[in-house]
């Protein structure tokens, strides 16, 4: 970065790094000020991270600073990720199948802060191989790499604010004379409780009962190893193939997936699976058109709605205990249907809506709270309270080329997070 010289511009570096210049050193009478390292710290902890990415520049002793494993650990416990809302969601760009090499994807800015380009992940990491994002958690992705079109080569933990990937040793192998059917990989980091990241792999194999008790392996970032979790699992758990593995949130310490009847969850730290049905009264999930799950500042949502009660709907959210849903938002989207005719509902034997809830954004306040909704040829962010709405992207692919799920649209949250 160029710099301009000042009078004094040696003292000032000195003193904000701590070390006396000899001028200083000779007086002993009136000793200059000094910013000391453990001052400086408390200063930058303080900042926001777009704010620190930028200071790295400022010198060497900033860049050590700011990258310093222990400052980005305290840094990110003192203000969570999941405390702050995303400031971008990565879509991936539709009508690409899912045989293609190429995975490209398009980065929504939803604040005035622009969010990294994602169009082309394999610029950024490795151009011999191509990358697909399997779950944001916390900040970090994690990504699986693909060496052609039907190889996978590698998972990776990836930090898209530093820009710093690990890619992750393989678990150890199954069995001799066992063939592996499946392998479900989740990322799991609680960054007010550690700046570890874990890794859950389920693995199915042709055992004659693994498809009830799938095999557990987790990677503890803190260790770079793997270890065999002794998670038990309740008769009748797995009950359908239909479930797996449809979700990878990560919330209140436990991965979460979508089942037909209702939520299953792993904890993490406890090693148990539990399942917790849908909303009362609720149909079956998995047959409806528009949906939902997820999770934003700290809250999990779920969303189904079906063709006898569109365009109205209830964003449900689950309580900590996980002793039942609540209705969190009545949503009636009547208004923004006279405003957006192109948003249908397709009859028989369609029964396909032209309209996707790719992501429920809460924010400090309910009125801050908000959809973000592809419809055709736009991006439109939607407010719960006021019902208001603005187009975020005016011109968006056209449905032809395919709608964008939730499951599609991954949260960009800006952190520090080591990996």
């Known amino acids: 970065m160029a710099s301009t010289k000042r009078p004094k511009s040696s003292e000032s570096a000195a003193a904000a790094s701590g070390n006396e210049t000899p001028s200083s050193s000779s007086s002993s009478s009136s000793p200059s000020p000094t910013l ?3 001052l400086l710290m408390e200063i930058l902890v303080c900042l926001p991270v777009r704010s620190l990415i930028r200071f790295k520049s400022v010198s060497k002793q900033w860049l050590a600073l700011i990258s310093d494993p222990h400052f980005c650990s305290r840094r990110t416990s003192q203000t969570p990720p999941f405390h702050s809302p995303a400031s971008g969601l990565v879509l991936l760009r539709p009508g690409i199948p899912s045989s293609s090499p190429t995975k490209n994807y398009e980065c929504v800015n939803l604040c005035k802060l622009s969010c990294p380009s994602f169009r082309n992940l394999s610029s950024t990491l490795d151009s011999s191989c191509t990358y697909e994002i399997l779950q944001p958690c916390n900040g970090l992705f994690l990504l699986v790499s693909f060496i052609n079109t039907y190889s996978r080569s590698n998972y990776c933990v990836y930090n898209p604010t530093t820009k710093a990937c ?31 990241y874990r890794v859950v792999c389920f693995r199915r194999s042709n055992r004659e009962d693994s498809f009830n008790h799938p095999e557990i392996q987790i990677y503890e970032s ?24 449809l979700g990878r949130i990560f919330w209140n310490g436990s991965i979460h997936w979508l089942h037909q009847s209702g939520v299953l969850y792993f904890n993490v730290d406890e090693a148990y699976v539990r399942k917790t049905p849908l909303p009362e009264g609720s149909a079956n999930w ?38 039942g849903w609540f209705v969190k938002f009545r949503v009636d989207l009547a208004e923004l249907l006279i405003q957006f005719p ?27 709270s908000y959809l973000v909704l592809h419809i055709p040829g736009k991006i439109v ?17 056209p449905f032809s080329r395919g709608i964008v799920r939730w499951s599609n649209a991954h ?9």
């Open 222 to 245: 803190e260790t770079a190893s793997w270890r065999l979790s002794d998670c038990g699992f309740s008769p009748g758990t797995f009950v359908s193939n239909r479930i797996l593995f």
């Open 166 to 196: 690990t890619v992750l040793p393989l678990p150890p192998p199954v069995p001799s004379g066992t063939k592996l059917f499946l392998a479900d990989y989740n990322l799991a980091l609680d960054p007010a409780k550690s700046p570890h």
């Open 342 to 368: 192109e948003i249908q509902w397709n009859d028989f034997p369609n029964y396909a809506c032209s309209c996707s809830i790719i992501c429920v954004v809460r924010g400090e306040l309910d009125d801050d």
């Open 286 to 323: 998995m047959d409806m058109e528009l949906g939902y799950f997820g999770v934003s500042g700290d809250h999990l949502h779920l969303v189904g709605v079906c063709i006898h009660s569109w365009p109205k709907f209830n964003v449900y959210e689950m309580k900590r205990d996980y002793s």
């Open 36 to 38: 000391s390292v453990d």
């Open 381 to 397: 962010r939607y407010y719960l309270k006021t019902k208001t709405w603005e187009v975020l992207i005016s011109s968006f692919f």
């Open 411 to 419: 949260q960009f949250i800006e952190s520090l997070a080591c990996v």
